[in-house]
């Protein structure tokens, strides 16, 4: 029973815990996505631009002209205005591409053992911990980066996707221990809103600042969110909801009768992670062979997008805040309704669930990626290359009601870790595609960047046709060897488990003893 304190600051909250903890998983996310993404922006002005004029050995005859560009009175080459003083670095094309890759060569290797921290340890310190430590990362960057140049920010960049892997997992433990069934849609309809909501923000808001100010300003303000979040995140969310302080009596008997990971949690006797089942399974490889193709697209889209708008079609700072902020708006908002189409349409039976896994794959695949040829093709057409981008993202929204929920579909057992491994193994795209997008984009021209979408459709399609072959829509044999038994053609061992006959056993010896 709730006394004193407890009691009083239970009453203060007008919405559920389970609530505030949605909203605080929301920011939780938003904050990850700004953390990761305002340096996609603000590298387009740390970094010193050459202007090519004809004649020069890389003058593109092709180039769009630059409404930003004054002549200097003493000089007939001419020079980019600058409002402010910031300090700039002289880094090439594919420098950039590892600088902005970097983040995820830490963010791949934290996936799973954050997972299984969290599901050890409790999601509340996994996550919160792992997000300050991005949050000073990001807050050091102007500092770290003036001092140690391109290696320091590479360092750094690193250490903050060490930080941020374990967000999604970490969050994902919380969530099953907090959301009813019956709510589990509307929790992920409020949570996962927050990856768009930060590549909105992060876009937005660092075009605005940069404007105004210099770049060092964006990684203050996003690295003092961060520190504001966590000390919300400290005193409202805690791992579960027997062991939150002040939850009213009330709603913690809801969560126990309504929850299964709490009704289960005293004699669920859950077997080992079925390893062996796991890496043999080709459904799950289909999947995470379509999770790279998918952050692939992704990836340069939220990227390398900013730097395209920049150098290719000379956008001021300000626009293109604004225009790279805009495709995730859309991409957000149709991520609705083609949830709810997905839904009525299986409710109808007009497809089985397997068919919609790769209907709207697909859809988020090859749609995007002949959206960007496109908009490479329209040239020097600013409104309708920004359509096709737009375009492109609202398509991408299909990717929620298709492979992103699919490992819920082949092992609801093991979600958390098979989510793991296909968002940790399919991340290795943000690593290589900034860095090869750089090499085929040299002096970052027209033509140099149609090469490279040519390149992402091609990846797009080759994934997507394998997982048309090979995906899955139901739950496969090893999430459930008891149920299903063993296919004909296994001939690699028994997986583990633990005898739950005996465990049960013992519960029934332990109560006569009891009695």
């Known amino acids: ?23 605080m998983g929301l920011l939780a996310i938003a904050n990850a996505y700004t953390m990761r993404v305002c340096l996609n922006l603000a590298i387009t002005q740390m970094v010193k631009k050459n202007v090519a004029v004809e004649g020069d050995e890389h003058y593109d005859p092709n180039a769009c002209p630059d409404l930003n560009i004054v002549a200097n009175a003493t000089s007939p080459v001419l020079a980019y205005y600058r409002a402010d ?37 409790g999601g509340k310190w996994v996550l919160g911990l792992g997000l300050l430590s991005t949050a000073i990362c990001t807050f050091i ?47 992920g309809a409020i949570v996962f809103g927050g990856a768009q909501i930060g590549n909105i923000a992060g876009s937005y808001l660092s075009g605005l600042i940069m404007h105004e100010g210099s770049w060092e300003n ?41 929850v299964d990971a709490l009704i289960h949690s005293k004699k669920q006797a859950l077997d080992p992670i079925p390893w062996k089942g796991l890496l043999r399974s080709v459904p799950l490889w289909a999947l995470i062979i379509a999770g790279i193709g998918h952050d692939w697209g992704y990836f340069t889209m939220v990227t390398d997008l900013p730097k395209y708008m920049t150098d290719v079609l000379k956008f001021n700072i300000k626009s ?64 309708l290359a920004v359509f096709w981008f737009v375009f492109a993202m609202t398509l991408m929204g299909a990717y929620y ?5 699919n490992p819920l579909d082949i092992s609801p057992n093991y979600a958390g870790t098979t989510t793991a491994m296909v968002n940790g193994i399919a991340a290795i795209s943000g690593i290589v595609s900034p860095y090869l997008i ?50 004909a053609n296994w001939k690699h061992g028994p997986l583990p488990s633990r005898t739950v006959d005996s465990e049960e056993q013992k519960e029934k010896t332990d109560d006569k003893d009891v009695k």
């Open 1 to 23: 029973m709730l006394t004193g304190w407890k009691l009083a600051l239970s009453k203060l909250f007008i919405i559920p815990q389970r609530y505030v903890l949605a909203v």
């Open 85 to 121: 003083d910031a300090v700039l670095f002289e880094w090439s094309e594919a420098t950039q591409g590892l600088i902005l890759g970097s983040f995820y060569y830490g963010y791949v290797l934290t996936h799973i053992p954050g997972g299984m921290l969290a599901e050890r340890f």
């Open 218 to 258: 964006v990684f203050y303000m996003f690295g003092g969110l961060g520190f504001l979040w966590f000390l919300f995140w400290t005193v409202l969310c805690y791992s579960t909801p027997n062991t939150h302080p002040y939850i009213s009596d009330e709603e913690k008997k809801f969560l126990n009768q309504n």
């Open 320 to 383: 293109t805040g604004i225009l790279s902020a805009l495709p995730y708006v859309a991409m957000w908002i149709a991520s609705f309704f083609f949830g709810l189409v997905c839904d009525f349409c299986i409710k109808r039976g007009y497809h089985s669930i397997q068919n919609a896994r790769k209907i709207y794959t697909t859809i988020a695949a090859t749609g995007p990626g002949i959206c960007i040829i496109l908009a490479s093709y329209s040239g020097c057409d600013t409104t």
């Open 141 to 187: 960057t102007p500092i770290t980066v003036k001092m140690g140049g391109a290696t320091a920010l590479f360092i750094l960049r690193v250490l903050e996707g060490l930080g941020e892997g374990p967000t999604m997992p970490g969050l994902m433990a919380m969530l099953s221990k907090w959301a009813p069934k019956a709510e589990r849609a509307r929790f």
């Open 438 to 487: 750089g090499l085929l984009t040299p002096e970052s021209t027209l033509k140099q960047w149609r090469v490279a979408f040519w390149v992402c459709l091609g990846v797009l399609v080759v994934t997507n046709v394998v997982y048309l072959m090979f995906a899955k829509g139901e739950q496969l044999w090893w999430d459930d060897v008891r149920k299903h038994g063993y296919p």
């Open 401 to 405: 009601s298709g492979m992103k929920i």
